[in-house]
Every structure is written in C-alpha cells, then in structure tokens.
C-alpha cells in the first residue's frame, strides 16, 4: 500500500501563485509517474500535469508556461508549482503516483484525498 498526503491548497486572487505538494510513503518498490489532477464542479477529472522517473513532463494545454511540475525521486515527492492562477484553475487538486509493487509487476495508480485551489478576487 501506498499513501499520498497533498498540502499547500488555499484561497489566491487571480494572477497569484500557489504550490502544491505531495509525499508519497508506505510499501514503496517503485514509483514510475507521478502527477497532479483536478477536478472542477460539474466537471470530470483531468490531468494537468505529470513527470516520469526519468524528469519527463507533461503539461495540458491551460496551464502550459503557467505551472511547473517537480519530482525528488529520493524523497518520494512531486510539487506543482502554479502561477498566474486564474479563476478556472479553481478545483480539487489530486496527487497520483504509478506504483510498481515489484520487479515485472504491473503498476498501480494511487490517489491523495484532494486539496481545494480556489482562485477568486
């Protein structure tokens, strides 16, 4: 098992900056991706952004020049680093992580409970 803890959410004024983090702990073998999510009311969940083990990003389109995503593979963390927020970035952000229990293993994907980034004057 796998556990994320995500922090940093909060209330910002359009064009403020906000950074979020995320610790992965537990029975950890491997941790291949990992990445931020969001979801917006009425809305479904959407990646916003994710690295690799090897420092490969991706990044969607709206947040694009705007968020910067980070990775310490020795501490098991990942950061999203948002700036320029405006008021459609507000939602529930989630932490993954792609875990592989073992050698050979499949990955499974873990998921953080959610912290809310509300962007709003």
């Known amino acids: 098992q796998v556990q994320l803890v995500e922090s940093g959410g909060g209330l910002v004024q359009p064009g403020g900056s906000l950074r979020l983090s995320c610790v992965a702990s537990?029975?950890?073998?491997?941790?291949?991706?990992m990445g931020w999510s969001r979801q917006a009311p009425g809305k479904q969940r959407e990646l916003v952004a994710s690295?690799?083990?090897?420092?490969?990003?991706y990044y969607t389109d709206s947040v694009k020049g705007r968020f910067t995503i980070s990775r310490d593979n020795a501490k098991n963390t990942v950061d999203l680093q948002m700036n320029s927020l405006k008021p459609e970035d507000t939602a529930v952000y989630y932490c993954?992580?792609?875990?592989?229990?073992?050698?050979?293993?499949?990955?499974?994907?873990?998921w953080g409970q959610g912290t809310q980034v509300t962007v709003s004057s």
């Open positions: 537990g029975s950890i073998f491997r941790i291949t991706a």
């Open positions: 690295v690799t083990s090897g420092s490969s990003t």
């Open positions: 993954n992580a792609d875990h592989r229990p073992g050698p050979g293993r499949p990955t499974y994907t873990y």
